[in-house]
């Protein structure tokens, strides 16, 4: 079997690493169990055999008695290559889109500690059983994309523990009780409480640093070279999301107009959210539509976007499973087509309008501003149409306690986040390229 | 043992250093707070929501500690590291195979990525919590310029080291600024910036330029980079975090329910 070859004694004593964490984790989750409830047995006796199941391919791959060739123990093919075979940006836009609205929908269900804790061991697993493909190793093992990896799980822990204390104190309140943070909430003195707190938190991430810093050396590739280019060349991995909008907007969009309307847009926040709720303590039913906004920008635009620019984006920026070789002769059929280009040619069946030579600059324009009138028009209609006709229908309520101006920056705003899942839905719907294409003017959206 | 100890802090070096004795009653705990230049950031008493881990994450703080260990680590990069052309790739070479414990850079290196981290995961939390809401309207704001300048910082670093992955991420990025409405050559409006048929706007004076200090990344982009990043932007976040946390204490301490 000619791709057994790429398991290596070091990587799979490595696995063993892994493996040896999931044990850990397990046989303390095991006797957690036993320590909180001494009813749950059964379901202790089970979490304890898991982990007993894991000591063994532990041990297994720690001694190194298999030899790359006799190792079973790996991610199947039949999973690999159904992973493999749904890779596409849209299924995975969906994908993204479809967790982030199930973990809102099931919140309840998710924050329960057990779900949590199989969700967890599933996603570990799967990524020690992925790290057995070679393809999967070469991207994911990038010095660089280990803290990638990391932020993946600290994101879903932290968006865990929000639900759980949003979902507690919504109770709470429904109940009638106080909130959990009015609860236990003394004045106590910051000598000692909080000064030796920032005293461990500093130890505890200095010993993190150094250990981290020890065990990953820091990438060094070849000396820069202004002549060879590497494909795919990727910005910084915090820009990575916005890399992946070139794929839908030109330059001046996704590089300066995008990333400046998400800083004005946060710095605005304080001042467009009117609702008074939720200052100071977690809750989910008080804000919903502020809480939800945000998630939905951080989690499948922002860090999914990068998630996607980092580990699915290879040689010419084309699409690659996770565990699909980068090949850089893959070819990818990109036809897409203008709004004007559908509007002259397909609907009205004529040509495109085009100026006749050596006629002057205003001519020009003319014949320009005619080609692409269509495109013009709904864009201006977006701006400035969409948010009166919100204004009078979902967001009536917004519109009265917020007055014309902040109604109009705050609609401007989330039209502008919005236009990315836009334009994407236009991309893959209608292979729609660009929806005002002037490229004389270098003007196109 | 406890005599030594006794002695030291009853000694007039101490004393004239903390001014006064060990906290641990109650008076000197609150008298350390207010007389210690370092701790006089905090409050002396403090609601436990304000320090619950649980509420806060800790990522703000953990942001500042990762602000403070790069300070450490970039400082002692620098005595080893020298930003032009010739010596750049060389100095960090040197610095992997020749000296002794250089685990600085690797340091220097994981701690920024982990600070872009933890600083998006301060702002979760923030925004989750609410406390951008009044009466912590502006220090939000002040929040997103230390966001937008730690990743400037990050932006500005990953060049230094002058192999394939620095120019090639940093000219990726940089050409962005070729677009700029109005003021990159290749963005929509830059013709109407010009004088009797004389473009004012070329890739010779365009945003990019000015951001690189030349036509493409070199000689001089280091340069300009490496004063971004070990001085410019230093300063004005060292100064945005002042500002932060004295308006976090003016604000009336972390927030919590009313
Ligand atoms: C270099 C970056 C930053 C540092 C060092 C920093 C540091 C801190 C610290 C230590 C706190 C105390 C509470 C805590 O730890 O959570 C805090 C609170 C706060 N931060 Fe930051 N921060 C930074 C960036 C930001 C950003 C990006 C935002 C928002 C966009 C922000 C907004 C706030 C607000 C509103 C508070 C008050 C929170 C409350 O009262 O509950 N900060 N910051």
Redo the contacts with the bound molecule.
């Keep these: 079997m000619g791709h057994n070859s790429d398991l290596t004694p070091p990587v799979i004593f490595g696995l063993g690493w892994l493996y040896l964490l999931l044990t850990v984790m397990n046989v303390w989750w095991t006797a957690r169990i036993m320590r909180t409830d001494p009813h749950r047995d059964k379901e202790a006796a089970g979490w304890g055999m898991y982990a007993g199941l894991l000591l063994m391919a532990t041990l297994a791959h720690l001694t190194g008695s298999s030899t790359p060739e006799h190792f079973h123990l790996r991610m199947p093919q039949i999973i690999q290559q159904a992973i493999d075979w749904c890779a596409d940006p849209k299924i995975y836009f969906a994908g993204t889109t479809a967790l982030f609205i199930a973990v809102v929908w099931l919140r309840k269900w998710f924050i329960q500690e057990t779900v949590a804790w199989v969700l967890l061991n599933l996603s570990v697993l799967f990524l020690t059983l992925s790290m057995t493909d070679y393809d999967f190793r070469q991207i994911v093992g990038k010095p660089d994309n280990v803290p990638i990896v990391s932020m993946l799980f600290i994101v879903g822990f932290f968006t865990w523990l929000y639900f759980k204390r949003a979902v507690d104190n919504d109770e709470r309140r429904a109940a009638g009780r106080p909130l959990f943070e009015q609860e236990k909430n003394e004045k106590i003195l910051v000598w000692p409480d909080l000064v030796y707190t920032e005293l461990i938190c500093m130890v505890v991430c200095t010993v993190v640093l150094v250990v981290w810093a020890l065990l990953l050396p820091a990438p060094l590739e070849e000396p820069a070279s202004a002549v060879q280019t590497p494909n795919p060349s990727k910005a910084p991995w915090y820009f990575l999301g916005l890399q992946e909008m070139l794929v839908y907007f030109d330059p001046w969009m996704a590089g300066v107009v995008l990333p400046s309307m998400i800083l004005v847009g ?1 710095m605005a926040i304080p001042y467009i959210d009117f609702n008074k709720l939720g200052n ?1 303590y977690y809750t989910f039913n008080e804000r919903k539509f502020a809480i939800l906004t945000f998630m939905f920008g951080f989690l499948p635009l922002w860090i999914g976007m990068i998630i996607l620019g980092t580990f699915l984006r290879g040689p010419n920026w084309n699409f690659f499973g996770i565990y699909e070789p980068w090949d850089s002769h893959k070819l990818e059929v990109l036809n897409n087509v203008n709004l004007s280009e559908y509007f002259w040619l397909i609907w009205c069946g004529s040509k495109m309008p085009t100026a006749p030579a050596g006629s002057d600059q205003l001519t020009q324009t003319g014949y320009i501003l005619t080609r692409e009138w269509l495109g013009l028009v709904a864009c201006f209609a977006y701006l400035a149409i969409t948010p009166m006709i919100l204004a009078a229908t979902v967001f009536k309520k917004f519109f009265i306690k917020m007055g014309f101006i902040r109604f109009m920056v705050f609609s401007n705003l989330l039209l502008f986040m919005a236009s990315l899942p836009i334009k994407m839905l236009l991309r893959w719907m209608f292979r729609l390229k660009y929806i005002v294409g002037i490229p004389e003017w270098f003007f196109n959206i | 043992m406890a005599s030594v100890g006794d002695y030291i802090r009853g000694s007039q070096i101490w004393k004239s250093i903390f001014r006064h004795p060990a906290p641990v009653d109650r008076r000197n705990r609150i008298v350390v707070m207010l007389t210690n230049f370092f701790l006089h950031l905090h409050p002396v008493s403090i609601k436990q929501q304000g320090i619950a881990l649980s509420y ?6 953990i ?2 500690f990762l ?1 403070l260990a790069e300070t450490v680590t970039g400082v002692l990069l620098m005595f080893y590291y020298r930003p032009t052309l010739e010596h750049a790739f060389n100095d960090i070479l040197a610095l992997r195979d020749v000296t002794t414990l250089g685990i600085m850079r690797e340091m220097h290196r994981w701690g920024a990525h982990a ?1 872009v981290i933890t ?1 998006w995961l ?2 979760y ?3 989750l ?1 609410g ?2 809401k009044p009466p ?1 309207e502006f ?2 704001v ?3 310029l ?2 937008v ?2 990743l400037l910082l990050s932006f500005t670093g990953y060049l230094l080291p002058w192999d394939q992955l620095a120019i090639w991420a940093i000219t990726v990025g940089s050409n962005m600024a070729r677009a700029t409405p109005f003021l990159g050559h290749e963005g929509p409006g830059f013709q109407l910036l010009n004088i009797g048929g004389f473009d004012l706007i070329t890739n010779g004076s365009d945003a990019r330029f000015i951001l690189l200090g030349g036509r493409f990344v070199g000689e001089m982009t280091l340069n300009r980079f490496y004063i971004l990043h070990c001085v410019a932007i230093p300063l004005v ?1 060292a100064i945005l ?1 002042a500002i ?2 004295w308006r ?1 204490r003016k ?1 009336g ?3 919590q329910p009313l």
Excluded: A, E, K
């Design positions: 946060l100071g | 806060t994450w800790c990522m703000g703080g942001t500042f602000f600070m600083v301060h702002m939390r923030v925004f919590t406390s951008y912590r220090n939000w002040v929040g997103v230390l966001l300048l730690t976040v975090i932060h946390f976090i604000d301490g972390i927030s």
